[in-house]
């Protein structure tokens, strides 16, 4: 067990509808990551929040928001579903350091979403 | 832009035999390499990383290599057994642009070890 949870495990939903998935970090950890995890695509890195500000984007599609709360936990928000977002989104979390330490990621459960 | 080559794409061994797994980063910059071990409907499981400033790091029958001239790292598993089973994941990140920490994965391996 990593330390990392995230909710739901799995979702089901319909192409145009909006989702959100959540993500806690390891106690103490103040970086979060989201991943993407697609048959075609493999393992793709999508936004990372440390203390709560944005610190890094990568392949995310405009449809899809995230934020970090004061509390830590990490809300990843996909609007206007597609049948291609079907995939396996994962969070990860690190201690954080704004120089950016080759920190060690720690990866939650996943949440498999499916759009129909 | 950044990228990581894996291979083989899979892998089957039997048990006992060592298994090897080869990646190759087009970042220069890189200098945090970790392996992650992903099983059936869980998320992937930090095994080993190595950082640029080290060559080789060991760990138990898990061993991680480096050459950065070339670009290269490589996982070697010794004395494989049925649950190491699972899909390999290596990734390069630079972790020095002001808290940018992004990991780049290579597509994966599937190492199948058959007793």
């Known amino acids: 067990d990593s330390g990392v949870t995230q909710t739901p495990k799995h979702l089901i939903t319909a192409t145009g509808q909006r989702v959100t998935l959540r993500c806690s970090p390891r106690?103490?950890?103040?970086?979060v990551y989201w991943y993407q995890q697609s048959l075609d695509q493999g393992l793709q890195f999508l936004i990372q929040y440390y203390n709560g500000e944005e610190r890094a984007k990568g392949n995310i599609l405009e449809r899809f928001s995230a934020q970090q709360f004061p509390d830590l936990h990490s809300e990843l928000n996909l609007s206007s579903l597609e049948l291609g977002d079907s995939a396996l989104y994962f969070c990860a979390s690190s201690v954080g350091a704004l120089a950016g330490s080759q920190e060690t990621q720690y990866f939650g459960p996943g949440t498999r979403l499916l759009v129909l | 832009g950044e990228n990581v080559e894996q291979h083989p794409s899979t892998l089957s061994v039997q048990e006992g035999d060592s298994a090897v797994i080869k990646c190759t980063y087009s970042d220069s910059a890189s200098n945090y390499f970790p392996w992650y071990k992903q099983e059936l409907g869980k998320g992937p499981q930090l095994i080993i990383d190595?950082?640029?400033?080290?060559g080789e790091k060991k760990d138990q029958r898990i061993a991680v290599t480096l050459n950065k001239t070339a670009k290269h790292f490589s996982l070697h598993i010794t004395e494989t057994q049925p649950e190491d089973s699972a899909v390999y994941f290596c990734?390069?990140?630079?972790?020095?642009?002001?808290?940018?920490?992004?990991?780049?994965f290579g597509a994966g391996t599937r190492l199948a070890v058959h007793p």
């Open positions: 106690s103490g950890d103040l970086s």
């Open positions: 990734a390069a990140s630079n972790g020095f642009s002001g808290g940018y920490n992004k990991l780049i």
């Open positions: 190595i950082r640029s400033n080290v």
